[in-house]
């Protein structure tokens, strides 16, 4: 399986940018599938998280009402579009994957931060 980001990119404070992430190699679509970030000397952080559908998002406080995430299962696509962006979220961004994880669990490993799969990251630069 593979994961693969794009979108990143550096914005001035208060603008705007829209990562994607292409899923390939799975058999059925990830139920869990998820944004984290680590900034240099920090910990990897759990951004956003999407359980199957938009009625099951879950976002770190630090981001809520700013960032959204959605998915497009028959394009095999995951995006976070970022709204509003601050210098503290500079940082390089992973896209990730549960695919077995049940609606509680894809929450619980979004604040871990424990997903199975992960793509090699997009940086994001905000100055």
């Known amino acids: 399986v593979q994961l693969v980001e794009s979108g990143g990119g550096s914005v001035q404070a208060g603008g705007s940018l829209r990562l994607s992430c292409a899923a390939f190699?799975?058999?059925?679509?990830?139920?869990?599938l998820g944004w984290f970030r680590q900034a240099p000397g920090k910990e990897r952080e759990g951004v956003a998280a999407i359980w199957r559908t938009a009625d099951n998002t879950y976002y770190a406080d630090s981001v809520r009402d700013r960032f959204t995430i959605s998915r497009d299962d028959a394009k095999n696509t995951l995006s976070l579009q970022m709204n509003n962006l601050k210098p503290e979220d500079t940082a390089m961004y992973y896209c990730?994957?549960?695919?077995?994880?049940?609606?509680?669990?894809?929450?619980?490993?979004?604040?871990?931060?424990?997903?199975?799969?992960w793509g090699q990251g997009t940086q994001v630069t905000v100055s």
């Open positions: 990730a994957a549960a695919p077995r994880a049940s609606v509680t669990s894809c929450e619980f490993r979004l604040r871990k931060p424990n997903f199975d799969d």
């Open positions: 190699g799975y058999t059925a679509n990830p139920y869990c």
